[in-house]
């Protein structure tokens, strides 16, 4: 078997594994072509405030693309555009969501899973996270969107260091570089993502989504940011049955119950 996407939701989480565990979580055109759809799903589900993704097992978060198909895959010109096309779009719309996405790393997170964390908005990794990005060790070239979300997240230097060495590097490298946010033990990792989840799920998703919106507009060139969208996201939220209850709240000192409405 080529792999799997599993979809799942617990709570206000919505969960999206990458399951391809004899491989390390190694993504197939099947996952990249079910990614779009999985991630819609969720993100088109109110009572989901989170997305979280992450491998299957305890060995690798997602290793990469898997190289078996390459030859099947893109092997020619035509193949090789509908292959790309396809990873294209799994990370535009994980990246598109306003739904907050966070990525679990734990053990290998190479090639792709580097920019699948980068399309996520939060990373945590364990300390025994490692990473790569082997594109010139394969000869393969790496798109400028692909580039721009690294330059985004870690800067032109560290940009440039990981992909001209193509070396791997640790988590605590990781942290340095700003690629992700927070370092823990391995056996703490679960306990922070659902310390995470909660203290997301516990906010007013209406505020939560538009401040997503707002940085993503952000990372746009000046000429393509639809500020107005921003603006009208801001107004619902003051608009809002939440508005009035995180006030009532915080008057009563109380934990406010929000609705996302």
Not at 146 to 161: C, F, H, K, Q, S
Request: proline content about 3%; some cysteine; overall charge neutral.
């Amino acid at each position: 078997m080529a792999g799997e996407l599993i979809v799942k939701r617990d709570g206000h989480a919505g969960w999206i594994v990458f399951s391809n565990v004899a491989k390390h979580n190694a993504v197939s055109l099947d996952m990249w072509r079910a990614l779009p759809a999985a991630v819609r799903a969720l993100d088109d589900d109110r009572n989901v405030r989170l997305i979280v993704v992450a491998g299957d097992g305890d060995k690798a978060f997602i290793s990469g693309a898997d190289i078996s198909e390459f030859t099947s895959q893109r092997g020619d010109e035509v193949a090789r555009d509908e292959y790309n096309a396809a990873v294209d779009v799994g990370y535009r719309t994980l990246a598109a969501t306003l739904t907050p996405t966070l990525a679990a790393i734990r053990g290998i997170c190479f090639g792709g899973g580097i920019g699948l964390a980068l399309a996520c908005d939060l990373r945590l990794a364990s300390d025994d996270s490692r990473f790569c990005l082997p594109a010139a060790r394969l000869g393969l070239g790496y798109s400028y969107a692909g580039i721009r979300r690294l330059v985004d997240v870690v800067g032109p230097a560290y940009a440039a260091e990981i992909m001209a060495t193509a070396r791997t590097f640790t988590a605590g490298e990781a942290l340095q570089m700003r690629l992700v946010n927070r370092v823990v033990p391995a056996a703490s990792l679960d306990a922070l993502v659902a310390e995470t989840i909660g203290q997301v799920a516990a906010n007013a998703p209406l505020t939560v989504r538009a401040a997503m919106k707002a940085i993503d507009e952000g990372l746009k060139p000046s000429p393509e940011r639809d500020l107005a969208a921003v603006q009208a996201m801001v107004d619902a939220c003051f608009a809002s049955d939440d508005y009035k209850e995180g006030r009532r709240a915080f008057m009563e000192k109380r934990k406010p119950d929000f609705r996302g409405r």
